[in-house]
């Protein structure tokens, strides 16, 4: 659940201060940021882990984070993060049935949100390579501790990690594999109004 903390935090700072974490051959799909009138408040839509991970950063970072959610995100994980400042809002369970599904009910809300309330910035995990970037310093600490790899076993969700590690660990070994997991259901299996997965 804590794992997608640390491009979190990356994620967070790269909205409010313009920072990249990037090798020199990988062009980040970022919108531009002025660090001179950072953003009044962060938001995203998650079904939970990016969602607990993105308000540990912008709690530490100091900023206002909005959630946009389902009623997938148990009880417990929705006390963490409204203890840690989140404005958070779930959408009706009937939008399970109706077209799109959740994910659909969900980015309308996202972006109803974005119009009422100007100043915001979405860190948009699904196609913001930022997330994936953020990935590159834990590479680098695992092929510092282990050494070049030459298989890479990921799970995989909006594919962030997998996609950042695999490039983080290619730039020491060009060869290596990588090998995907994902739960039967998951978007990777053709399930309608999953979440898209990042691009590898």
Same mark, same amino acid.
């Given at each position: 659940?804590?794992?997608?903390?640390? #491009?979190?935090?990356?994620?967070?700072?790269?909205?409010?201060?313009?920072?990249? $974490?990037?090798? #020199?051959?990988?062009? =980040?799909?970022?919108?531009?940021?002025?660090?001179?009138?950072?953003? &009044?408040?962060?938001?995203? @839509? !998650? /079904?939970?882990?990016?969602?607990?991970?993105?308000?540990?950063?912008?709690? @530490? &970072?100091?900023?206002?984070?909005?959630?946009?959610?389902?009623?997938?995100?148990? =009880?417990?994980?929705?006390?963490?993060?409204?203890?840690?400042?989140?404005?958070?809002?779930?959408?009706?369970?009937?939008?399970? !049935?109706?077209?799109?599904?959740?994910?659909?009910?969900?980015?309308?809300?996202?972006?109803?949100?974005?119009?009422?309330?100007? %100043?915001?910035?979405? @860190?948009?995990?699904?196609?913001?390579?930022?997330? &994936?970037?953020?990935?590159? /310093?834990?590479?680098?600490?695992?092929?510092?501790?282990?050494?070049?790899?030459?298989?890479?076993?990921?799970?995989?969700? !909006? %594919?962030?990690?997998?996609?950042?590690?695999?490039?983080? @660990?290619?730039?020491?070994? #060009?060869?290596?594999?990588?090998?995907?997991?994902?739960?039967?259901?998951?978007?990777?299996?053709?399930? $309608?109004?999953?979440?898209?997965?990042?691009?590898?």
């Amino acid at each position: 659940r804590f794992m997608k903390i640390v #491009p979190a935090v990356h994620v967070v700072e790269q909205a409010l201060e313009g920072r990249h $974490k990037r090798a #020199p051959d990988v062009e =980040p799909n970022h919108h531009p940021v002025d660090s001179a009138n950072p953003p &009044k408040y962060l938001i995203e @839509t !998650s /079904s939970g882990t990016a969602l607990i991970a993105l308000a540990f950063a912008c709690h @530490t &970072k100091g900023v206002p984070l909005i959630g946009v959610g389902d009623h997938a995100i148990e =009880p417990a994980l929705q006390a963490q993060v409204k203890a840690l400042g989140v404005e958070l809002h779930l959408v009706d369970s009937i939008a399970g !049935s109706l077209p799109g599904g959740f994910q659909k009910a969900r980015l309308d809300k996202l972006h109803s949100l974005l119009a009422a309330r100007p %100043g915001g910035h979405w @860190t948009r995990q699904y196609d913001n390579s930022e997330w &994936k970037l953020g990935y590159y /310093s834990v590479a680098a600490q695992l092929l510092q501790e282990f050494g070049a790899a030459d298989v890479l076993v990921c799970p995989t969700g !909006s %594919g962030a990690s997998s996609a950042g590690l695999s490039e983080a @660990t290619r730039l020491a070994n #060009p060869r290596c594999k990588l090998v995907g997991v994902d739960s039967i259901g998951s978007v990777m299996f053709g399930a $309608k109004g999953a979440a898209p997965a990042m691009e590898l």
